[in-house]
């Protein structure tokens, strides 16, 4: 959670100015590039409005929850607890809270890419009024995720339940945008299941909670890199530009420099400012071999099941079978499937002996190889290497 705005170690807001000192006229100093890799100090609103439409391919938003915090919070042996209550998360209504969101996420959309995205965090105090507006300015819902934390903090007034999770929404700019989204790539880092919407991380603690001069945590509300690494991993790919409207302490160009991401940051404290650059410019980026995109099914070159009989892999007659033998059918020469008297596709005949209107029959059907199942669809990526070599 940032203040509404930035700055960053080589941070600059990039306006053409005249010698005289007036900002130059747009026809003058050409089309404006997105001041990649840098932190932009100022207020969030004003910042984003700078920035050239269409210069981002997702937004990373952790605004001010607006937390109604009505004095000091302490424990039960009466020591006080860090709370947010800094002067950025504070309103005076709650329709001053909605014209701030309405600004921003417009000015977000703004700046997005036709097949752009956005994820936004926050807590019960605020995510709903976030969503609501969040689908009046255009994006189109996609998932909202919990993020539960491993060590929440314990509510010591014991008069509700612990508040042990926050929510993320994640939009595609419109309806028909095409957003990306690594779905087998995510499946495959979990032990090969799809990825739930709950994502059990814990809270920023030890060495990567940044620390002021004093040796208190310099912002509040410090967001883990894991938890950021989940995101840029699943919707945007190498090279992708991430724009965060409320750095903070930087975690989002931090994991984006990692991941070899370009980020643009903004930010209106110093201090997190400084804290953020000199963070960033620590980091070193993982190899590309270690972030670069598995290539997705749907983009690989589209390879028949004739293929595999004409390549010699599978032969007419062979018998095919599900994983525990429940169903069998007969290879066909002309790359059909025979159950009985029926005759079809892979995908038709799995779906037949299942008794289901649909099946992928390459991830349905094995072969027998050296007295072991082996998946049709591996066989499949043979033809699918030599076609890539």
Known sequence: MGTSRTGAADASVRIGVQRTGQVASASRIGPVSPPLDQILAGDCIAELEKLPAGCADLVFADPPYNLQLGGDLRRPDDSLVDAVDDDWDK?????????????????????????????????????FRVGTILQDVGFWMLNDIVWRKANPMPNFRGRRFTNAHETMLWAARGQKSKYTFHYEALKGGNEDLQVRSDWFIPLCTGEERLKGADGAKLHPTQKPEALLARVLLSSTNPGDVVLDPFFGTGTTGAVAKALGRHFIGIERDP?????????????RPLPPEAFSTAPSKRTEARVPFLALIEAGLVKAGETVSDDRKRFSATIRADGTLALGPAVGSIHKIGALAQGLPACNGWTFWHVEREGKPMLIDDLRSTIRAQLAA
């Open 271 to 283: 201090g997190y400012i400084a804290g953020a650059a000199a963070r960033i410019a620590a980091v």
């Open 91 to 127: 309103f005076a209504s709650f329709s001053d809270y909605d014209a701030f969101t309405r600004a921003w996420l417009l000015a977000c959309r703004r700046a997005l890419k036709p097949d752009g995205a956005l994820w936004v965090i926050g807590s019960y105090h605020n995510i």
